[in-house]
């Protein structure tokens, strides 16, 4: 039988564990404080530990920091009603199996006890666990609480104890830097240099002198000896910004420096040694300039020790409304008041596609607050992208429209100009409603997503990776559509 320790100072937090765990196969306890949970710990020797974060004498993460100190492979799940990024990072930094923000799903709760456990059976037959590298603060402002940022949140607490090297990718404006200065803020080296290089930003022909340095005479107007970035930051970290768009004879010093820590600066043969942290950046897909021979593959897999795939901000758009509050709060200033916004405007800025992800939300939040004439920011204080949308702009063309071929499995949609043209989702899914009860045959959602998949094959010329890029999918998940649909007979697929 299973032992499982609750420390919760709350009664009906017990309570209702003790109704979701009333099994033959588990056994509960409880303490409601972290100073009894570690003394019933050493008396009862648990298989799990679920611990709150928010307690009456020592917190949630003392108590995990002294869990760790008995037994590095107890599993200890976290949970907190006040989750903020801090306190993930912290959870999974200092060893944490996993963490939970309150109220909590049930059935997911169950799952994760369950995998805990088995998890401490595999742990009991193992030699040992080693616990991650004890907390340090964090400052920098990642926000979300969708479940794609909880997890980049546990995975960045993870690599931080570590020095691997990281990639991190995704679409322009999602937080890649902010990710970085994470990892570097909660490393071991956070008491060192942290330089952030934008690799685009800077001539190709003096890149390598910014990164590597150079001699004296090495080329026109190299009057004296420079020190590079990566020498400046010797034992500490260095972020890549934009790696995708480095020369290859820059990416030949930079695998350099990942195999053996040494390069050699511009003009001179003295060999310079280095201890840094590589965390790299790009919003290109990697694979692709790696078989298109733009990029080095050996230079790839060095890179890609540990990936962090940022989500696009309309993949996670339960965190709006906490980034609008924290973008309004900064854009007021220290002591100042920050602008309200209504019900309309929050539902237009939720609805909204946002390309620039959460960059492009900052800066429309910007304006907002200076073109807005009163305490509350109106629809009218929003550019007409947001709330009419893109294709209804002034002055724009509306897109040519389409059709595409019907087949037995799936109904052709309508996109004829006597077709509804809703400019937002809600009102294209309208539209897609009324199609159906016109067509009883119309399946809508298997017909979209084929005619999607069609399209996005097209306005990428059957290049996959673009086009589950351009979905927002994984080329895997696209394969499965294309042979679910059939439909390689109707464009050329790649």
């Not at 107890?74 to 923000?101: F, H, R």
């Not at 952030?196 to 080329?219: P, Q, T, V, Y």
Request: proline share 5%; hydrophobic share 40%; charged share 25%.
């Amino acid at each position: 039988m299973d032992k499982l320790l609750l420390i919760d100072d709350e009664a009906d937090v017990q309570y209702s564990f003790r109704r979701i765990f009333d099994s033959p196969d588990l056994q509960l306890f409880t303490a409601s404080s972290g100073e009894e949970g570690v003394q019933l710990i050493q008396r009862l020797k648990p298989d799990l530990v679920i611990s709150d974060i928010r307690m009456a004498g020592i917190n949630g993460l003392e108590t995990l920091r002294r869990i760790r100190a008995l037994d590095p492979r107890l599993p200890v799940i976290l949970m907190t009603a006040y989750g903020t990024t801090q306190t993930a990072i912290e959870a999974m930094k200092l060893g944490a199996y996993d963490y939970l923000l309150k109220p909590f799903d049930v059935p997911r709760l169950k799952e994760l006890v369950a995998q805990a456990l088995r998890a401490a059976r595999e742990m009991r037959q193992a030699v040992t666990l080693q616990p991650m590298l004890e907390a340090e603060d964090y400052e920098v402002g990642v926000i979300g609480r969708s479940e794609a940022m909880q997890a980049i949140f546990k995975l960045i607490g993870q690599v931080a104890a570590t020095d691997a090297t990281v990639l991190i990718t995704g679409e322009s404006g999602t937080g890649k830097e902010l990710v970085a200065r994470a990892i570097y803020h909660y490393s071991r080296r956070n008491e060192r240099a942290f330089l952030a290089i934008n690799c685009a930003a800077i001539a190709e022909n003096l890149l390598e002198s910014e990164l590597f340095g150079h001699e004296k005479g090495a080329f026109t107007g190299a009057a004296a000896q420079r020190i590079g970035k990566f020498e400046q930051c010797d034992g500490g970290t260095i972020f890549l910004d934009e790696i995708g768009d480095m020369s290859p004879a820059t990416q030949t010093k930079i695998l350099r420096v990942l195999q053996n820590g040494t390069f050699e600066r511009v003009g001179g043969n003295q060999t310079v040694k280095v201890d840094v942290r590589v965390i790299a950046a790009t919003n290109k897909v990697l694979e692709e300039a790696v078989a298109n021979r733009q990029f080095r593959e050996d230079l790839f897999y060095r890179l890609n020790v540990v990936r962090i795939q940022m989500p696009p901000l309309r993949e996670r758009r339960a965190d709006i409304r906490l980034l609008v509050d924290f973008f309004l709060r900064k854009l007021a200033g220290p002591g100042g008041k920050p602008k309200s916004i209504g019900p309309g405007t929050m539902a237009l800025l939720e609805s909204y596609s946002w390309p620039g992800n959460v960059r492009e939300l900052e800066n429309i939040l910007r304006r907002a607050t200076v073109v807005a004439k009163g305490q509350a920011i109106l629809p009218a204080d929003l550019p007409a992208e947001v709330v009419h949308g893109p294709t209804s702009v002034p002055g724009t063309a509306a897109p040519p429209t389409t059709s595409t071929p019907s087949s037995p499995t799936s109904p052709t949609l309508n996109t004829s100009p006597t077709a509804a043209a809703p400019t937002d989702l809600a009102g294209l899914a309208q539209a897609l409603f009324r199609l159906g009860r016109a067509d009883p045959k119309l399946k809508v959602l298997p017909a979209v997503e084929r005619v999607l998949v069609i399209e996005a094959l097209k306005e990428t010329r059957g290049n996959q990776v673009q086009a589950a890029r351009l979905l927002g999918i994984t080329r895997a998940t696209l394969r499965k559509r294309i042979e679910k649909f059939g439909i390689r007979q109707e464009v050329s697929v790649n």
